[in-house]
């Protein structure tokens, strides 16, 4: 569960967010991720009110509020703390009226600003909220971005992760992050991948040591983020490998099953060439076009004439 602090530290510079009050509070948690404007619950009325949701107050709640007497405002503001919830945010940099900021003290609930628009801030907010609440995961390997699939090479370590991507950067294709990779699960059930801040753009290449992409190949060379659509283990070769691609496989990445080939990497194979062929049939397979299934297809029904003649 997040806290307020967290929405604070994380949309100080998206979202515009400053705080005013109850700044002591910020450790306030946000026991659900959706906002609620308190239009009904300013009006006393508090039958379903939504309490453990950040409430926003935009012009609507303002205008409303200045309709009021001094007394009647104070006594809803008050009830409205009374229902103990987790934070407020008001929108258009408007100012708070004072009952608001006495009444954080007194209930310890945080109150922070932006000059967003109400419903710019709601939709910018909730893509923050749940990009901070999805199931996240590190894990080990390079991704790049070709031709709009997201691929993660893995590997163990000295295998030449980093040396393939740098062939298939030189290519024209994107690095997304090098060596660690972070993903979560988006709202469509897709799994996204990003480097870490301290790593993002910058490789390490082994007996070169560390270069920083966008200087030396320019900032199309980079991507901040992009969808895992294939997962690809360079391995030593065992001579087992798959040499049709009949029966795919799938790796599980947080509960999702996401598509995975093995390659065997030998002295002197083009892996960019190979990894990027195989991002390029993914692609292909994305768009109902499976070339070995279809080659699967074509030799069973050219057996089963031929059985049909001989019978």
């Known amino acids: 569960m997040i806290t307020v602090k967290t929405l604070w530290e994380e949309g100080a510079e998206k979202l515009q967010l400053s705080v005013i009050a109850g700044e002591k509070y910020l450790d306030k948690k946000l026991p ?3 906002m609620n404007r308190p239009g009904l619950a300013l009006t006393g009325f508090f039958q379903y009110f939504a309490n453990q949701r950040l409430q926003i107050f935009g012009l609507a709640e303002f205008t409303y509020l200045k309709s009021l007497s001094s007394q009647e405002k104070k006594q809803r503001i008050e009830e409205l703390f009374e229902q103990q919830i987790p934070g407020i945010v008001i929108t258009r940099n408007r100012k708070a009226p ?63 992760k980093s040396e393939t991507a740098l062939a298939l950067i030189e290519r024209g294709y994107c690095l997304v992050s090098d060596d660690v990779t972070e993903v979560r699960i988006t709202s469509r059930g897709t799994i ?11 490789m390490e290449i082994r007996g070169l040591g560390i270069i920083h992409v966008p200087s030396l190949f320019g900032v199309a060379a980079i991507r901040r ?3 895992l659509d294939l997962v690809v283990d360079l391995k030593k070769p065992t001579g087992d490998e798959d040499r049709t691609g009949v029966l795919p496989e799938t790796i599980p990445i947080l509960g999702i099953e996401v598509p995975y080939i093995t390659l065997p990497v030998r002295s002197g194979r083009d892996m960019a ?7 390029l ?18 030799i069973i ?4 004439r031929g059985r049909v003649k001989h019978g």
């Open 225 to 227: 983020q992009t969808e």
């Open 98 to 160: 004072q009952e608001i900021l006495d009444f954080a003290e007194q209930f310890k609930v945080p109150v922070l600003r932006t000059p967003m628009v109400t419903m710019n801030f709601v939709n910018e907010c909730t893509v923050l909220l749940e990009k901070l609440t999805a199931p996240h995961e590190r894990i080990q390997g390079t991704t790049m971005e070709i031709m709009g699939i997201g691929v993660l090479l893995r590997g163990d370590p000295g295998i030449g």
């Open 32 to 34: 659900e991720t959706t």
């Open 281 to 298: 049939n993914q692609k292909l397979k994305e768009l109902g076009h499976d070339a070995a299934k279809e080659l699967d297809d074509k």
């Open 301 to 304: 029904s050219r057996l089963t």
């Open 273 to 279: 060439n190979i990894v990027e062929v195989a991002a």
């Open 192 to 202: 996204v991948c990003w480097a870490n801040e301290v790593t993002r753009y910058h």
